[in-house]
């Protein structure tokens, strides 16, 4: 399971697909967690100033506990890896497509 900032930086890059840009009532609205404001407000603060450090050090985090934490016979668990990392990915390309 995502850490509070690590699904929160998912729903920025999420938003951002969208061609929304990320903010505190939008990241309130779409989260299907409970999360406080202050977390919110500190995600998108490093969001601005580095997207693209956080969707690396996301896709780090994924790739690490993908071999530390993912017992094999659970394929649930590696259906949702595989998805966050589609989602990264598809982020940074958009983004280089974009630019």
Same mark, same amino acid.
Request: positive net charge; proline residues 3%.
């Given at each position: 399971?995502?850490?509070?900032?690590q699904?929160?930086?998912?729903?920025?890059?999420?938003?951002?697909?969208?061609?929304?840009?990320?903010?505190?009532?939008?990241?309130r609205?779409?989260?299907?967690?409970?999360?406080?404001? %202050?977390?919110? /407000?500190?995600?998108? $603060? =490093?969001?601005?100033?580095?997207?693209? #450090? &956080?969707?690396?050090?996301?896709?780090?985090?994924?790739?690490?506990?993908?071999?530390?934490?993912?017992?094999?016979?659970?394929?649930? %668990?590696?259906? /949702?890896?595989?998805? $966050? =990392?589609?989602?990264?990915?598809?982020? #940074? &390309?958009?983004?280089?497509?974009?630019?």
């Amino acid at each position: 399971m995502l850490s509070t900032q690590q699904y929160l930086i998912q729903l920025c890059q999420q938003l951002t697909e969208k061609g929304l840009q990320p903010s505190v009532g939008l990241l309130r609205s779409k989260s299907e967690r409970s999360v406080s404001i %202050q977390e919110i /407000i500190s995600v998108i $603060q =490093q969001w601005k100033q580095n997207p693209h #450090k &956080l969707t690396d050090d996301l896709s780090q985090q994924n790739n690490s506990s993908a071999t530390k934490n993912i017992n094999p016979d659970n394929l649930q %668990q590696r259906v /949702i890896l595989l998805e $966050q =990392q589609v989602a990264i990915l598809t982020a #940074k &390309l958009n983004q280089l497509e974009k630019g």
